[in-house]
């Protein structure tokens, strides 16, 4: 078959956007790989897949499978990815809809300026819903919120990184660092993702603060690797930085690819991410 296709990217963050609505979609995790693939394939960090929703009230469903095949629950790169394809495509004549996802519903909405604003819902703190297993561990709290030790094995030696432990749909594991430039995101990253506290895994997220409203951010993410932004990882440093009693709201986020911006309010309130998302190409690919 023909697969037509669109490629995105958000702060760097690539995408496949497919339109589901229009033509057939059933791919195995070995195909959504292969789709991925720098070399063999189109490239991208994930693939995002256009639905009809199946929700009352909601516009459209939104899936995103990762490079390595497996479908997760939320992108809040993707989501803004997502709000300006359905747009071009006239897909909708609404600059802001309502989006249902594996973790509930999130509202983009396109901005004046060309960028776009995603509510991704309030972030999830409680860790047995994030999820994350407590057993065997002291958390230590700092401001409103608890650092909580993760032990990593490193040539042999044992390391301890404190992290705060929350959700935006996915899972993430928050550090923060001197200098993200020299923070090891390539050796502890993928010990932090598949720690065994984590029993759906985490996105491990590397955070400097630069100022009370500004960080630079790193991303080690769950199936994708590193990747040179990512939304959800932008909210949840934010989140963190906020309930630590380092940063203020609204938040500058300089990741590798881009400026993310981040707006919270406080506990049981919406996170609000601005950024970019910019079509590439579009093209065909036989599979």
Known sequence: MKLKFTKMHGAGNDFVVIDAINQRIDFSPAQWQALADRRFGIGA????????????GCDFRYRIFNSDG???????????????FVAEK??????????ETMAGVIAPRLEDDGSVTVDMGAPVLEPALVPFDTE????????????WPLVLELAGEKETVL????????????????????????????????????PKRVNAGFMQ??????IRLRVFERGAGETLACGTGACAAAVAGIRRG?????????????QLSIAWAGEGQPVYLTGPAVTVFEGEIEL
């Open 163 to 198: 992290v705060s432990v929350l959700s935006m749909g996915n899972p993430h594991a928050v550090q923060v660092v001197a200098d993200i430039d020299t923070a090891p995101v390539e050796l502890t990253g993928p010990l932090i993702e598949l720690h065994p506290h984590f």
């Open 209 to 214: 603060v630069v100022d009370r409203q500004h």
């Open 90 to 99: 006239g897909l909708t004549d609404r600059r802001s809809i309502a989006v």
């Open 136 to 147: 065997g561990l002291q958390g230590q709290p700092q401001g409103q919120d608890t650092l």
């Open 246 to 258: 380092l940063l203020d709201s609204p938040v500058r986020v300089d990741a590798r690819g881009g």
């Open 45 to 56: 960090d994930q693939m995002l897949v256009v639905e009809p929703s199946t929700q009352p």
């Open 70 to 84: 497996g479908e997760v629950e939320q992108c809040g790169n993707g989501a803004r990815a997502f709000a300006k």
